[in-house]
């Protein structure tokens, strides 16, 4: 009797995690994206060196205070963010999913299972006219927990203002690396 109990179970919570992993997959759109882009003061490979130092981020950047770890294609990354949505500054990590010199970089994150809640924060640079450049900084939301979550629509306005108080900041380190 047991047995017959518990087989139903086990099936329903199967297929209750394969659904979560979907929602979370790479597969499906994203439920949102959070995008913002600025005119950046230098040339590609003087906007990657500062966005990719992340040594000086305390320096400079007011959305992410602290970033830590090796700048490869699958390894961990440690940050600290300042976000409204936040009481306090809010530590997380993330896994380096890209690296592509001079164009673009992103980290995947998620809290606890994938499908939950998981992110992609994604970092591209592009040429623009006379050797400046343009860097679009967005982030993609999936899973269950966005979808639930109330009032999306301010704490998206929250986000995308972090984003572009950090954009705002890279411009200004940019332009006058000495202040």
Same mark, same amino acid.
């Given at each position: ?10 099936? @329903? ?41 992340? $040594? ?6 007011? %959305? ?29 990590? $993330?896994?380096?999913?890209? @690296? ?7 980290? /995947? ?9 998981? /992110? ?13 450049? @343009?860097?679009?900084? %967005? ?7 966005? $979808? ?10 929250? /986000?995308?203002? $972090? ?17």
């Amino acid at each position: 009797m047991k047995l017959k109990l518990l087989l139903p179970i086990i099936l @329903v919570a199967a297929l209750l995690f394969e659904i979560l992993h979907f929602l979370g997959s790479a597969r499906v759109a994203p439920l949102y994206t959070i995008h913002t882009s600025i005119a950046l003061p230098a040339n590609l490979p003087d906007s990657w060196n500062v966005l990719t130092d992340f $040594a000086e981020y305390p320096n400079w950047n007011p %959305y992410l205070t602290r970033v830590e770890g090796r700048f490869l294609v699958g390894e961990k990354v440690f940050f600290t963010l300042v976000d409204k949505n936040f009481a306090d500054p809010l530590n997380l990590s $993330a896994t380096l999913g890209e @690296v592509s010199p001079n164009k673009r970089f992103f980290w /995947t994150g998620r809290a606890g299972i994938q499908g939950l809640f998981d /992110t992609k924060h994604v970092f591209e640079l592009v040429s623009s006219n006379e050797g400046a450049s @343009v860097l679009h900084h %967005y982030e993609e939301f999936r899973g269950l927990i966005p $979808a639930i979550l109330p009032d999306r629509e301010r704490r998206s306005a929250n /986000t995308r203002a $972090a984003f572009e108080r950090m954009n705002h900041a890279l411009y200004l380190q940019l332009k006058d690396p000495d202040s």
